[in-house]
């Protein structure tokens, strides 16, 4: 017993080290039930990612679906120009030319947020800060020496790193911004928000109806103590 609580302990002390680094993970606000967040982090998905990244799982029909938007407002909204409503989110980016610019393929964002939880692509997306030697000219706190450029530099600004040595060893403490964006840092975080939330919500949309379903299920038992109850008193009217 003992010794199988120590090894616990070690295996835990391990993994408390694999992900301490210079820069703690944000924390994400997500709200799945928040239709309006997920619409505009579907739109900025198409806008931004979507050229690169597919998230192949989920059809148009289904956001409109879920988000209870009809079929002719996502076309026209979120969905790229020529998409069709049972379409998949396929981006038009093929791995060829991917590998070629980028040394990488851009990998499907269907289960992404499963994999790396939301805090990190939050962290992920807000962490980027110009590095002049990289070939996309930035690097990124969470994912060193990622392949994917900026994608939302106009939106953010640019950030630099304070870095500092410790232990021998260089480590980003802090991002700087240097240049400020088209969005203010507050709107930016919500934007960034926005699509996290997205991304949570693809990587398993049946949270949105369990949750839906965890409303009626609770509603119907609600409805049947009060019955209940009635009933008790009509039956316990005439012996009292
Ligand atoms: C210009 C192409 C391009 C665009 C646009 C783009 N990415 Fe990427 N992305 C990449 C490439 C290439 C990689 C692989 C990086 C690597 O492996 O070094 C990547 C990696 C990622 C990863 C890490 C995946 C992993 O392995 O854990 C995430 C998350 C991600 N992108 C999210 C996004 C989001 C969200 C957007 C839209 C805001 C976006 N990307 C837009 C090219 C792109």
Redesign the pocket.
């Known amino acids: 017993m003992k010794r199988i609580l120590s090894t616990l302990l070690f295996l835990l002390s391990f993994s408390v080290n694999a992900s301490s680094s210079g820069i703690e993970l944000e924390e994400a606000d997500i709200d799945l039930s928040d239709t309006v967040s997920l619409e505009r982090g579907a739109k ?2 198409v806008t ?2 979507l ?3 597919s998230a192949k799982h989920i059809r148009y029909k289904r956001i409109a679906l879920d988000l209870h938007l009809d079929e002719g407002e996502i076309l026209k909204n979120v969905a790229p120009l020529g998409a069709g409503i049972y379409d998949q989110m396929h981006s038009a980016m093929n791995g060829h030319d ?1 590998e070629k610019w ?1 040394g ?1 393929t ?2 499907d ?1 269907s289960l ?1 947020a499963r994999s ?1 939880g939301a805090d990190w ?1 939050y962290t ?2 807000k962490g980027f800060y110009a590095e002049p030697g990289k070939p996309t000219g930035v690097n990124n706190t969470v ?1 060193k020496d ?4 900026n ?2 530099w106009q939106q953010q600004g640019t950030q630099v790193a304070v870095i500092k040595n410790i232990d021998g060893h260089d480590v980003v403490t802090e991002l700087k911004l240097e240049q400020p964006g088209q969005l203010s840092p507050r709107e930016f975080d919500r934007m960034v928000n926005d ?1 996290v939330n997205f ?1 949570v919500y693809v990587g398993e949309p049946v949270q949105l109806e369990r949750q839906q379903m965890g409303k009626y299920a609770l509603f119907f038992i609600l409805m049947f103590i009060v019955l209940a109850y009635l009933l008790k008193k009509e039956y316990w009217k005439d012996i009292h």
Do not use: S
């Not at 990622?146 to 450029?149: F, G, L, S």
């Open positions: 900025h998905y931004y990612c050229g690169c990244h991917a980028f990488t851009p990998p964002l992404i790396r692509l992920y997306l994912f990622v392949a994917m450029p994608v939302l699509l991304l």
